[in-house]
């Protein structure tokens, strides 16, 4: 069983910057596909950007390109870079793990979650 700890959520005016971190209780494989998720009240969750335990490959939802960057290290501690923060990026935003197709991770069903963290962005 793979804990997941999120860390690094808070609120911040519109145009601010957050970076968010995951950190995973072991390092199992780098044949892994690590995401970040954000599920706002009222609306179904959302992939915000996932990559691959070696870090090629890379997906950002069209609503983040541009301003958020995701970046793992060793297939074990992942991170999201927030920068031109919207309101409409207000959400708990959760890091989650799979290891079931990893050579495509542009899927939503992971298998480990992390508790979430809350992001605001006020305007």
């Known amino acids: 069983q793979v804990r997941l700890v999120e860390s690094g959520g808070g609120s911040v005016q519109a145009g601010g910057s957050l970076r968010l971190s995951c950190a995973a209780s072991e390092y199992r494989d780098s044949k892994i596909c690590m995401g970040w998720f954000r599920q706002a009240p009222g609306k179904q969750r959302e992939r915000v950007a996932s990559?691959?335990?070696?870090?090629?490959?890379i997906y950002y939802a069209d609503s983040v390109k541009g301003r958020f960057t995701i970046s793992q290290d060793n297939a074990k501690n992942l991170y999201l870079e927030m920068n031109s923060l919207k309101p409409e990026d207000t959400a708990m935003y959760y890091c989650?793990?799979?290891?079931?197709?990893?050579?495509?991770?542009?899927?939503?069903?992971?298998?480990?979650w992390g508790q979430g963290t809350q992001v605001t962005v006020s305007s």
């Open positions: 990559i691959d335990g070696t870090g090629v490959g």
């Open positions: 989650a793990w799979d290891g079931s197709r990893w050579w495509d991770c542009t899927y939503d069903d992971y298998k480990y």
